[in-house]
C-alpha cells in the first residue's frame, strides 16, 4: 500500500524567500529549484508518515544544511520546539534569516558539531542527506530519549546502509522499529524511506 499524506500549512511565502536565499547561496542545486517543493518540503514532511509528532515534543534535526527538514517540520508544526544543527556558519546563517523572516518562533539554530551538544535529550532527532547510517546514528543514538526515535532519511537503496549499522545500533540497544517507504509527488518514481530507529524497549521490530 502507498504511504501518503498531507500537507496542511501554506509554503508559498516560503518557497519564496529561500529562492532568494538559494540564488546568493546555493543551499540546493539550481536543477533542483523548479522540484524545491516535491524533493525538499514534501520529502522533508515525510516524517508525518511515522504518526509520532505531537505538541510540546521536541525534534533535533542533525546537519540541517539549507533547512531541511527542519524548517518545514517547524512551519507544518508551529506547536512544535525544533533544532537545527550544522557546523557550516553561512548555511545557519541562510536558515537563521528565514526563520526571522517567517517568523518561527518555534525554531532554534546552532552552528556547532553535534558531537558537542551533550546538554538535552530529545523526542525526535532526524537526518537528511548528511552521512551513512553507521556515522550519523553514534551521532543521535546518544541524543535521544529512551522513548523517543531517531528517523534517518533514505533513498531506496538503504540495505547496505543497515547491514554496516548494526554494530552501533548493537553498540546503544538499539534497533530499527521500521521502514516506511514513501514516493515523492513527481511524474518519475522517485522512491524514499524512512529509517526508523529506537532502543531495545520498543516490542516491535523487524530486523
Known sequence: MENKFTVEKDF?????????????????????EKYLY???????LAIKLTNRIQDGISILDIGCGGGFPCVPIAIEYPNVNVVGIDSIRKKINAVQEIKIALNLNNLVLICDRVENLREQKFDIITSRAVADLSKISEYALPLLKKDGVFVAYKSKKVDAEIDCAKAVMKKYNAKIINIIEYTLPLEEIYQRNLVIIGFKFWNVTIL
Open 12 to 32: 508559498s511565502a516560503y518557497m519564496e524567500f529561500f529562492l532568494k536565499q538559494n540564488s546568493k547561496l546555493n543551499l540546493i542545486s539550481k536543477n533542483d
Open 38 to 44: 516535491e524533493k525538499h518540503i514534501y520529502d522533508s
